[in-house]
Nanobody, 124 residues
Framework: QVQLVESGGGLVQPGGSLKLSCEYI????????VGWYREAPGKERELVAS?????????????TYASSVRGRFKISRPSTKDSHALQMNRLKPEDSGVYFC????????????WGQGTQVTVSS
C-alpha cells in the first residue's frame, strides 16, 4: 500500500513562513503529477500547486500555482523524486486549512494517492 507521509504544518503568524514536506516510497512515472491541495472549513478542496510533465517537453517539469499563492509559494522536488515540498512565504490567514499532498497520473485515473493531511493555521 502506498503511503504519503506529510510533515511541516503548524501555527504561524501572518507574514511568516512554513515548509511542508511529503515523502513516499513509490516509483514515480513520467506521467505522474505531484501536488499540494488544501481544504478550508466550509470550502472545497482546491489545488495549491503541482508539478507535471511539460506537454511539449515531457522530460522537464511544469509547475502550476493557484492564483492566490503565486509568487508566495514554491513547489519543489529533488532529482530522486522520492518526495516533494511546498515552501510557503508571506502567509495570510486565508491560507489556513488542511494541506494534502497528492500523486496522480495523467493517464491512469486509478493511480491517485493522498497524504493524511497536515494543518496549517495562520493567525496572530
Amino acid at each position: 500500500q502506498v503511503q504519503l507521509v506529510e510533515s511541516g504544518g503548524g501555527l504561524v503568524q501572518p507574514g511568516g513562513s512554513l515548509k511542508l514536506s511529503c515523502e513516499y516510497i513509490l516509483n514515480i512515472l513520467d506521467s505522474d503529477i505531484v501536488g499540494w491541495y488544501r481544504e478550508a472549513p466550509g470550502k472545497e478542496r482546491e489545488l495549491v500547486a503541482s508539478i507535471a510533465p511539460d506537454d511539449d517537453r515531457p522530460w522537464t517539469d511544469a509547475k502550476t500555482y493557484a492564483s492566490s499563492v503565486r509568487g508566495r509559494f514554491k513547489i519543489s522536488r529533488p532529482s530522486t523524486k522520492d518526495s516533494h515540498a511546498l515552501q510557503m512565504n508571506r502567509l495570510k490567514p486565508e491560507d489556513s486549512g488542511v494541506y494534502f499532498c497528492n500523486i496522480r497520473n495523467k493517464i491512469l485515473t486509478s493511480r491517485n494517492y493522498w497524504g493524511q493531511g497536515t494543518q496549517v493555521t495562520v493567525s496572530s
